[in-house]
């Protein structure tokens, strides 16, 4: 899986966290995507009084980075599942 489209128009940290909750809601399992959408939520408290603009790219980036390789992960995981 490739990231969500507009993952480039990401710039500001209310935009990363509908785009992650967004990626959220492509896992599989509503069990999963509580799990994911709670470390998001967590993600933000944690940072909620980050104010360097250097700081605040670096975490966007690394989040996208992240979300990507979880959908991936899971898209590995959905197509070894697949009968031949």
């Known amino acids: ?3 969500l489209p507009g993952a480039e128009m990401v710039r500001t940290p209310v935009h990363l966290y509908r785009y992650l909750l967004r990626c959220c809601r492509r896992l599989p399992s509503p069990i999963v995507q509580q799990h994911y959408r709670h470390a ?3 993600g933000f408290n944690s ?3 980050e ?3 250097e700081r605040i790219r670096q975490i966007i ?3 996208i980075e992240d979300a990507d ?3 991936n992960k899971v898209g590995t995981l959905g197509a070894a599942r697949l009968p031949d």
């Open 1 to 3: 899986m490739s990231p």
């Open 40 to 42: 998001v939520r967590q």
């Open 47 to 49: 940072h909620v009084d």
């Open 51 to 53: 104010d360097d603009p």
């Open 61 to 63: 980036k690394r989040a």
């Open 69 to 71: 390789w979880v959908l």
